[in-house]
């Protein structure tokens, strides 16, 4: 799955954890390198917004045997997640700090000012990477808030089956909201 943001991908995975026919889970292989950091089982759904600067490796990986899912919602909610995450986290790996400081190439703090307009830089940027690698590829785009209609559609590209009430309840429920 691609995404701007991880916003909604806790969510997607906590509902597809209740598939039988695939495994599912949230930044897995994120911590490895090479070969295992693309290691993913068969039948297996996994959520990662970092795979967007890894699409050359997919695409060589993966090469038609794959459904890639944008999982997308508001643009300015997506926006408003970075900025929050920007001025809030001290976390080492942040895909924030790693943006505006070593992407961007600036050593020194962003005023205030600037730090929601680098938080929309960055979910245009990452929009526009995921679109590109898209367009000649086997995908659907999953929007949060439609009400589950695409998540829905999802469920039977992919022939999901289990618990279907238990996957679609859990698709609305809001899961590691910000």
């Known amino acids: 799955m691609l995404s701007p943001g ?11 954890s209740h598939l039988t026919n695939y495994s599912a889970a949230h930044e897995s292989l994120s911590a490895h390198l090479g070969d295992k950091r693309f290691d993913y089982p068969a039948h297996h759904i996994e959520a990662d917004n970092r795979l967007i600067w890894f699409t050359g490796e997919l ?23 970075f900025h929050h995450r920007l001025q809030n986290s001290s976390y080492r790996a942040s895909i924030m700090n790693a943006f ?19 938080a929309a830089f960055y979910v245009q940027t990452v929009q526009s990477n995921i679109e590109f690698f898209l ?8 929007h949060l808030e439609d009400g589950g209609e695409s998540f829905n559609e999802f469920l039977q590209l992919i022939k999901g089956e289990g618990d279907m009430g238990k996957v679609r309840s859990t698709w609305l429920e809001v899961h590691n909201a910000r």
């Open 59 to 81: 695409a060589k990986r993966f090469p038609d045997d794959v459904l890639y899912v944008n999982l997308i919602r508001d643009f300015d909610a997506t926006v408003d997640s």
């Open 100 to 118: 505006a400081h070593g992407i961007l190439m600036k050593p020194g703090d962003w005023r205030a000012d600037q730090e929601r307009d680098l």
């Open 6 to 16: 991880r916003s909604g991908s806790k969510t997607f995975i906590e509902a597809s």
């Open 135 to 142: 367009k000649d590829r086997t995908h659907l785009t999953v």
